[in-house]
Nanobody
Framework: QVRLVESGGGLVQPGGSLRLSCGTSGINFKLYTLNWGRQAPGKERELVATITSSGTTNYTDSVKGRFTISRDNVWSRVFLQMNNLKPEDTAVYYC?????????WGQGTQVTVSS
């Protein structure tokens, strides 16, 4: 059974930083591409960061230069360092992986950027 559990969200002022963490189980972690996605109020869910099994990363344009995705293959965890946060980054953030022919999502962690 694939399980993803996010943590680290919260309320932060514009320009601030947060580091999200996601613990995984049920997959051979080191072989998989992992993603962070988000869903803002009234908007569709989108993928914002990707890290492959070899460590190659990719970002959606709106977060490039501000967000950094990383992984720990020993502890099967994936992280999202978010710097210079903006109000438009406010969303529920999800850890996600495609496995067994479908995409799995965690329960999400709320990030609110507001003064």
């Amino acid at each position: 059974q694939v399980r993803l559990v996010e943590s680290g969200g919260g309320l932060v002022q514009p320009g601030g930083s947060l580091r999200l963490s996601c613990g995984t189980s049920g997959i051979n972690f080191k072989l998989y591409t992992l993603n962070w996605g988000r869903q803002a109020p009234g908007k569709e869910r989108e993928l914002v960061a990707t890290i492959t099994s070899s460590g190659t990363t990719n970002y959606t344009d709106s977060v490039k230069g501000r967000f950094t995705i990383s992984r720990d293959n020993v502890w099967s965890r994936v992280f999202l360092q978010m710097n210079n946060l903006k109000p438009e980054d406010t969303a529920v953030y999800y850890c996600t992986v495609f496995s067994h022919g479908r995409r799995f999502w965690g329960q999400g962690t709320q990030v609110t950027v507001s003064s």
